[in-house]
């Protein structure tokens, strides 16, 4: 029973507590609340601009771009496209050994194709400008040339001819070549040496029989020739002669043009 009656007398207390906070007025309460320290309100912070995309790209490619921007006049701003091919080839002080083959064609009187080879031995001399430089060449070819034909002759016949020519030559040139990239150029030569020629040949004349006369001889060449050349590696060429004549004058095979292969590897 007592324990009954206190919680029945705690209960009615609270409820007697609440009853009379609800009853306060309301100016009271604003007067209370306005005792209480205001919170000041904080000063607003300063925020710094981030910076754009664009402006960091800007900073960052900036020390390349005056690293990479040649001096000099506005010509020498070329795109990589155009930039000059490096000069470290031009400079080259080693002989190249390169092999050529081809074909050789006889024009004029001397009507006769054959297969051509010559070895090449080449120097750089010096650059004449930073695309183009001055070299030697010294070159030793063979080929073997026949030909055969049928004259008539009146009251003789068919007079049938054939002949074969073993031609040796050797040809110092001197060389320019200008390139067209870093592994890629052109080149001309212009060259005057000395061919030896050692041929034979028959003929047959009616009513006579067969006659075999040999002949050989010395003559001078001349040699005009243009061609390009690839460099895949360092060390090694190739290329091609597109095209050549031969201009020969003395005894011995005649006057050609021909068109030859070549590879090169330096020494």
Same mark, same amino acid.
């Given at each position: 029973?007592?324990?009954?009656?206190l919680a029945v007398v705690l209960a009615a207390s609270l409820a007697a507590s609440s009853a009379a906070r609800a009853q306060t007025p309301p100016a009271r309460r604003a007067t209370t609340a306005?005792?209480?320290?205001?919170?000041?309100?904080?000063?607003?912070?300063?925020?710094?601009?981030?910076?754009?995309?664009?402006?960091?790209? $800007?900073?960052?490619?900036?020390?390349?771009?005056?690293?990479?921007?040649?001096?000099?006049?506005?010509?020498?701003?070329?795109?990589?496209?155009?930039?000059?091919?490096?000069?470290?080839?031009?400079?080259?002080?080693?002989?190249?050994? $390169?092999?050529?083959?081809?074909?050789?064609?006889?024009?004029?009187?001397?009507?006769?194709?054959?297969?051509?080879?010559?070895?090449?031995?080449?120097? !750089?001399?010096?650059?004449?400008?930073?695309?183009?430089?001055?070299?030697?060449?010294?070159?030793?070819?063979?080929? =073997?040339?026949?030909?055969?034909?049928?004259?008539?002759?009146?009251?003789?016949? $068919?007079?049938?001819?054939?002949?074969?020519?073993?031609?040796?030559?050797?040809?110092?040139?001197?060389?320019?070549?200008?390139?067209?990239?870093?592994?890629?150029?052109? =080149?001309?030569?212009?060259?005057?040496?000395?061919?030896?020629? $050692?041929?034979?040949?028959?003929?047959?004349?009616?009513?006579?029989?067969?006659?075999?006369?040999?002949?050989?001889?010395?003559?001078?060449?001349?040699?005009?020739?243009?061609?390009?050349?690839?460099?895949? !590696?360092?060390?090694?060429?190739?290329?091609?002669?597109?095209?050549?004549?031969?201009?020969?004058?003395?005894?011995?095979?005649?006057?050609?043009?021909?068109?030859?292969?070549?590879?090169?590897?330096?020494?």
């Amino acid at each position: 029973m007592t324990a009954r009656r206190l919680a029945v007398v705690l209960a009615a207390s609270l409820a007697a507590s609440s009853a009379a906070r609800a009853q306060t007025p309301p100016a009271r309460r604003a007067t209370t609340a306005a005792k209480k320290p205001a919170v000041k309100p904080s000063a607003p912070a300063t925020t710094l601009p981030a910076p754009s995309l664009e402006r960091v790209a $800007a900073t960052a490619q900036a020390p390349a771009i005056h690293a990479a921007a040649p001096t000099g006049d506005p010509e020498s701003v070329a795109p990589q496209l155009r930039q000059a091919p490096p000069a470290g080839w031009f400079a080259e002080q080693e002989w190249r050994v $390169a092999t050529l083959l081809g074909a050789e064609f006889g024009i004029g009187d001397a009507n006769y194709d054959a297969l051509k080879l010559r070895v090449e031995a080449e120097r !750089t001399v010096r650059a004449l400008s930073p695309r183009a430089a001055l070299g030697w060449v010294v070159s030793a070819g063979v080929l =073997h040339a026949s030909d055969s034909e049928s004259v008539t002759v009146p009251m003789m016949g $068919a007079i049938s001819m054939e002949w074969s020519a073993n031609l040796f030559e050797v040809v110092p040139s001197a060389r320019v070549t200008y390139a067209l990239g870093p592994k890629l150029w052109v =080149h001309g030569d212009t060259g005057v040496g000395v061919a030896y020629t $050692a041929a034979s040949a028959s003929v047959d004349v009616p009513g006579i029989g067969r006659i075999e006369p040999v002949s050989g001889g010395l003559a001078g060449v001349l040699r005009l020739a243009g061609g390009l050349a690839f460099t895949p !590696t360092p060390n090694v060429r190739i290329g091609a002669q597109l095209v050549g004549f031969d201009v020969r004058f003395g005894d011995g095979v005649g006057s050609a043009f021909s068109f030859l292969v070549s590879a090169s590897h330096r020494l």
